[in-house]
């Protein structure tokens, strides 16, 4: 845990520390050997590599974000370099279109939908090779997750599933509409880690454990 406390690095990746699963992703980049931090106040901000919006709950995260006049501060570290990714809820933030609501960041030209797939019943878990990530069938994780139903043209299209896009970038955003931080996969956070100019332990395996998947991700959790 040592990691997350350093300050003001430039060589370190925030995770947003409002709401949804920013354990996880702390976990997910301490496994990569990445310095990280949770941020939620200004200087928490200063000189980030990358920023993880995590999933969670977008409307919630978007009143935070208002409440605690976090929004500027986002945009203005993006404008100055900081690399974004979104999960799920993170991702619904960043997208300049929502259907049938408002965008928050509207970083990256994409339209999206919220509670696509149905209710919290409603979700799932499946698998998917993506090649710019890796030839490692990878594992994903749906909790009443949003379609991405379409991208701009300066938007990379990294998965596309049946009718709807589960994973998508541009020259400095990256969202996916799934969970990489719930499962047992760290190629996701590798490949974001690149992204931001970071390097991960090159000979840290992608696989956290073989047996980690058949772990209730909230009994995972580490409490002292
Ligand atoms: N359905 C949630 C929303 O609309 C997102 C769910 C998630 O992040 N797992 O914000």
Known sequence: MALHLVKNSSAAI???DLQGGVHEHLDHLERLG???RRVKQEDDF??????IIP???STCLARLLNIFSLKEIILKEFHRGMKIWGTCAGAILLAQKVVNDQPCLGLI???IERNSFGSQLDSF???AIIEAVGDEPIPLTFIRAPKILRVGKDVKILLKINDYIAAAENENVLVTVFHPELTGCLALHRYFALKCGLKPTASIPNNIDPHWESYSW???????
Not at 46 to 51: D, H, I, S
Not at 218 to 224: E, P, V
């Open 55 to 57: 999933g969670g709950e």
């Open 14 to 16: 925030g995770v947003l």
């Open 46 to 51: 200063t000189a980030l590599a990358g920023l």
């Open 109 to 111: 030209d994409m339209e």
């Open 218 to 224: 909230t009994r995972h959790s580490r409490i002292a």
């Open 34 to 36: 990445l310095a990280s």
């Open 125 to 127: 878990v499946s698998e």
